[in-house]
């Protein structure tokens, strides 16, 4: 009996660190929490403003405001930390995020990837794809999992097994360019999908 799939996020990348070489920021972090990011960062003693603003996008060159903290911020006696929530980000590619101090400067970007496995239980990534890609897929109980990959014309080229949620396609030796389709049988279930290698 077929199950219905429910949508599992989880994170691929994830650089959350102190910032360097931003005299006024003494932290800038970002994290993944139930598919929505966290952007927190904390102001230096000292720093005074009127607005500070947040930045994202999916290309690391071309970042616009998505928020803005409104009025005097920062302290002229002790660090202010603030919370930008984003909820519903940009999913299954790299975002950006960077705070911009107006003429105080702007921090460093930081990236992560936040994957989304919909209806269809998997999920090639990126795709089109290489042999680094992965290859992920709902197993929530860490059952046995049958992958087999196939070739455009059905042709089976190999099956592997594992108890995790994912595989990366150098597993497959794959080494001609185009179409292929994979099975996934796991916990009762067949999961289908394609992917085109480059």
Same mark, same amino acid.
């Given at each position: ?10 994170? *691929? !990348? ?6 360097? @070489?931003? %005299? ?9 929490? +139930? ?9 230096? =003693? ?6 500070? *603003?947040?930045?994202? @996008?999916?290309?690391? #060159? ?5 928020? /803005?903290? %409104? ?8 660090? +202010?930390?603030?919370?930008? $929530? ?5 999913? #299954? ?5 960077? $705070? ?9 970007? !930081? *990236?992560?990837?936040?994957?989304? &496995? ?22 929530? #109980?860490?059952?046995? =999992? ?13 099956? *592997? /097994? ?21 099975? &996934? !049988? ?13």
């Amino acid at each position: 009996m077929l199950r219905k799939s429910t949508i599992i996020w989880t994170i *691929h !990348l994830l650089l959350s660190q102190k910032v360097t @070489g931003q %005299p006024y920021l003494s932290d800038f972090n970002i994290s993944e929490v +139930e598919g929505n990011v966290v952007v927190t960062w904390t102001t230096r =003693a000292g720093f005074t403003c009127e607005d500070i *603003h947040v930045l994202y @996008g999916t290309d690391s #060159n071309a970042l616009s405001a998505v928020y /803005t903290y %409104p009025g005097i911020c920062g302290s002229d006696t002790s660090e +202010e930390s603030y919370t930008y $929530i984003m909820r519903e980000p940009d999913v #299954n590619r790299d975002i950006f995020f960077q $705070i911009d101090l107006g003429v105080f400067g702007k921090s460093q970007i !930081l *990236h992560l990837r936040i994957t989304q &496995i919909g209806t269809s239980g998997s999920l090639v990534y990126p795709n089109p794809a290489s042999a680094q890609s992965t290859l992920l897929f709902d197993n929530p #109980n860490a059952d046995v =999992a049958e992958i087999t990959v196939y070739s455009k014309t059905g042709s089976r080229i190999r099956t *592997h /097994t594992t108890r995790d949620k994912s595989i990366t396609l150098g597993e497959f030796s794959l080494h001609l360019s185009g179409i292929y389709y994979y099975t &996934i !049988l796991v916990d009762g279930r067949t999961l289908r999908g394609k992917f085109v290698l480059l």
